[in-house]
């Protein structure tokens, strides 16, 4: 009887651990500016990590009180977020970022700056209780045409990449923040949105060793704690199964050969590439099997049917044999070491902030709060074949907007209506796309001097076209690039500010405005 006892007892602690771990591999979101009753439910449960989205986010006053509600619950939570700055950005979804992105960091290229905006935005981050970053992206976009990576890259050069990365991993986690560098293997050379298909990469294992890799080698070199998979199909390094689902991928190249021990995460499983393929649940069990140890989901499917979904898709698996127990324990002891680190950095930190020994992120041209101002001034590129003629009177602002991709999404404001209405009184503005946006910007401006902000001008068409007849019917028009400055500069100036960041914006508004 005794023995009997036992052994139920044993049978049921190995049902709860196995339970635990199922969850403790989770990455979820919710909706809601507090923790809902089910998400508290669950980290009692053993769910280990959080997701923070936009709408997850109203204030940083909210934001603090949100994350001290999940720590209530669990101490040791792991609250991530998708902060890259720059386009980017969750902090200031509605109000646009206060830090300029990749491209416009390596636009300066000056990697001391870039681990001084990444210190700046991970206290900022630490601040309000955020102990995990799915930043920054590594991917070289060696593809102009990319239509999800862009301006959220360093750049096309590969070395140029690489250090800057390793400047933001070092940057970011000096504050304590967990970096989480994105999209291994890279995304980079893709002409596909892996958020609504599966990208394919043809290029050979050479290149991909001297080009798409060279990045991650320089994050790990400088300890990221967390790698982020891509929901990339790389024939050349496994022709069946996308780099999220592949053992090749996640074990052989980046465990094995690179060496990398940390926390490896899954891109957003309900994204298309992995839903429309093979179904979230079996896509996680693959990406566990696979390699992965957390599973990021919740920017689509944010609820606690998706979790428990997952959880026992997972359990399931361990249990038909078809994921190795041991595989799925490795994984959450993975995530449970990656919160102790946060932890402990945590507990640093606030020990050099109350020590005074912190760092002031200061770089002599302004403090933390200004850092992100001064990378974007130094970011601007102002090309003219003859002197700027300032502006005589308020302009008009044509906004030629494109379809945003759902990493950035189309409720972050971008260009340089409101900042440069601040600085000239009587600034009007609109925004047109299509092929009669010219006749249509022409009509609304007036006699005004019209402000032509694009994004990615060499990726549409229409948008070419639209500059083409304004700057013929109005040669005196300013051209502002807040996409990659791929298409060659005219306007009278034309300004790239290699980002949409609010402070972008500002930074070409007071070249506009002549300040």
């Known amino acids: 009887m005794t023995t009997l006892a036992s052994g139920t007892a044993a049978s049921n602690a190995d049902k709860d651990d196995l339970t635990r771990d199922a969850l403790t591999v989770l990455q979820p979101g919710f909706t809601g500016t507090t923790a809902p009753d089910w998400l508290l439910r669950r980290l009692g449960e053993g769910l280990a990590s959080v997701g923070l989205f936009g709408r997850n986010i109203a204030s940083p006053e909210q934001l603090s009180a949100l994350t001290a509600q999940l720590r209530a619950e669990r101490d040791d939570v792991l609250v991530a977020i998708d902060e890259e700055g720059g386009d980017v950005t969750r902090l200031e979804v509605r109000s646009g970022s206060s830090y300029p992105g990749n491209h416009a960091l390596g636009a300066v290229d000056d990697v001391e700056l870039t681990r001084e905006v990444a210190s700046a935005l991970g206290r900022r981050l630490a601040a309000c209780g955020v102990n995990l970053n799915w930043a920054p992206s590594a991917d070289v976009n060696s593809n102009p045409g990319n239509p999800v990576i862009g301006v959220r890259s360093f750049g096309a050069d590969t070395d140029l990449v690489a250090r800057h990365t390793a400047a933001y991993v070092t940057g970011l986690q000096s504050a304590g923040v967990a970096a989480c560098t994105k999209h291994f293997p890279g995304h980079g050379d893709t002409a596909v949105d892996s958020h609504h298909a599966l990208p394919r990469i043809d290029a050979g294992l050479p290149v991909l060793q001297a080009r798409e890799l060279a990045p991650f080698r320089a994050a790990i070199a400088a300890g990221t704690r967390a790698v982020m998979s891509a929901h990339i199909l790389v024939p050349a390094l496994d022709p069946d199964r996308p780099a999220t689902l592949s053992r090749r991928v996640l074990t052989g190249l980046l465990r094995e050969e690179l060496g990398y021990e ?254």
């Open 262 to 515: 940390g926390l490896i995460v899954t891109d957003g499983m309900e994204m298309q590439a992995i839903a429309a393929t093979y179904g979230i649940e079996r896509g996680s069990v693959l990406a566990i099997g696979a390699g992965a140890d957390a599973i990021c989901v919740g920017g689509g499917l944010a609820d606690d049917e998706t979790v428990r979904r997952l959880r026992d898709a997972l359990v399931s698996a361990v249990r038909t044999g078809e994921l190795a127990e041991e595989r799925l324990a490795d994984a959450a002891a993975r995530v449970r070491a990656l919160a102790r680190w946060t932890t402990a950095a945590s507990a640093r930190e606030a020990a050099g902030a109350g020590s005074g020994s912190g760092a002031s992120g200061g770089s002599g041209e302004g403090g933390a709060a200004e850092i992100g101002l001064v990378a974007a001034r130094r970011a601007l590129r102002v090309t003219s074949s003859a002197p700027y003629t300032p502006l005589t009177g308020a302009p008009y602002v044509a906004a030629l907007t494109p379809v945003a991709n759902i990493a950035v999404g189309d409720e972050t404001p971008w260009g340089v209506a409101a900042e440069l209405a601040r600085l000239v009184p009587g600034t009007e503005t609109g925004g047109f796309a299509g092929d009669d946006a010219a006749a249509e910007v022409l009509a609304a401006a007036g006699p005004r001097r019209i402000v032509a902000v694009v994004r990615d001008e060499h990726r549409h068409a229409w948008m070419a076209t639209a500059l083409d007849i304004l700057l013929a019917a109005r040669p005196d028009t300013i051209v502002v690039e807040m996409g990659v400055p791929q298409a060659p500069p005219r306007g009278a100036p034309h300004i790239a500010t290699h980002g949409a960041a609010r402070v972008c914006g500002l930074a070409a508004a007071e070249v506009i405005a002549g300040e």
